[in-house]
């Protein structure tokens, strides 16, 4: 059953028309890939910096280190011979090398798959949408995966972490925080996205999820009609539009259509 969430109630996906996004359609899935391949170099591969940790905050850390029973009691013995400037530079260098640890095992193991608020964006239609040759799925997002989707958020600096919720709450959330933070360079894309444990998955959605379908304004009459004849096949009741190049605003323009096979076009002689 669809779960409710503070979700927008649709998210668009930009596909170019490749032999990937018609399988993946005829699959009604969306795919998590390896984002070690996306275009921001940054991209879940931030280098947080480790906010400079109080008086309080030192204090509780040594708490944590000399109670753990983890700690082997020769480390405990270092430790408590550190001033609070040694103990300040060793606790910040392990959760400093901690995080790109776990960078690292993000990058190498987890996939990604991206969405954005948007379906009429002149640079996403170029860069994601197939340089305006291919389409763009609408999704409700009371429907698996697309119930799940973090919202990225745009920043001009490098993010910090607090080295305690990092530490010792085990915060998972600021970690997956970095791993949904790009440059406001990318703000234009007003993304969401979706985190998968393992890259290079497909995940398979209710058909019910895909709401409409929208074609980029320089897509070719086969190519849509290939996408148009997939539809008919297993989701007949998604929304077809046709983009245009809008005469008053630098966008995407859309107008709803009805799409005909030839062979039913024939049947009911109307050609």
Not at 33 to 45: E, I, L, M, V
Not at 83 to 106: C, D, M, Q, W, Y
Not at 152 to 172: A, E, G, H, L
Request: with cysteine; glycine share 4%.
């Amino acid at each position: 059953m669809p779960t409710k969430t503070n979700n927008p109630n649709s998210i668009f996906k930009y596909e170019g028309f490749t032999i990937q996004s018609l399988l993946n359609l005829k699959a009604q899935s969306v795919y998590f890939g390896s984002p070690r391949y996306f275009n921001d170099p940054y991209d879940c591969a931030i280098t947080a910096t480790i906010a400079d940790p109080t008086s309080n905050e030192l204090q509780r850390l040594l708490e944590f280190y000399m109670t753990d029973p983890i700690v082997p009691t020769k480390v405990k013995k270092q430790l408590a011979k550190l001033s609070p400037i040694e103990l300040k530079t060793h606790f910040v260098n392990g959760a400093t090398n901690a995080l790109k640890n776990a960078r690292e095992i993000f990058l190498n193991n987890n996939g990604v798959t991206c969405f954005s608020e948007r379906n009429d964006d002149l640079l996403m239609w170029s860069n994601y949408g197939g340089r305006y040759k291919g389409f763009c799925f609408e999704f409700l997002t009371e429907y698996e995966p697309f119930n799940k989707l973090r919202k990225v958020q745009y920043v001009k600096k490098m993010p910090t972490v607090r080295i305690n919720s990092f530490i010792i709450d085990k915060d998972s959330n600021q970690l997956i925080d970095l791993y949904c933070t790009k440059s406001e360079s990318w703000a234009y894309e007003k993304e969401w996205r979706g985190l998968h444990k393992k890259a290079g998955t497909l995940f398979t959605y209710e058909s019910k999820a895909l709401k409409a379908v929208y074609f980029g304004p320089d897509i070719e009459n086969q190519a849509l009609e290939i996408v148009c004849l997939i539809l008919a096949g297993q989701n007949p009741d998604v929304e077809l539009w046709q983009g245009t190049r809008s005469d008053t605003e630098f966008k995407v323009q859309f107008t709803s259509f009805t799409y005909t096979s030839y062979i039913e076009a024939k049947r009911k002689g109307l050609i």
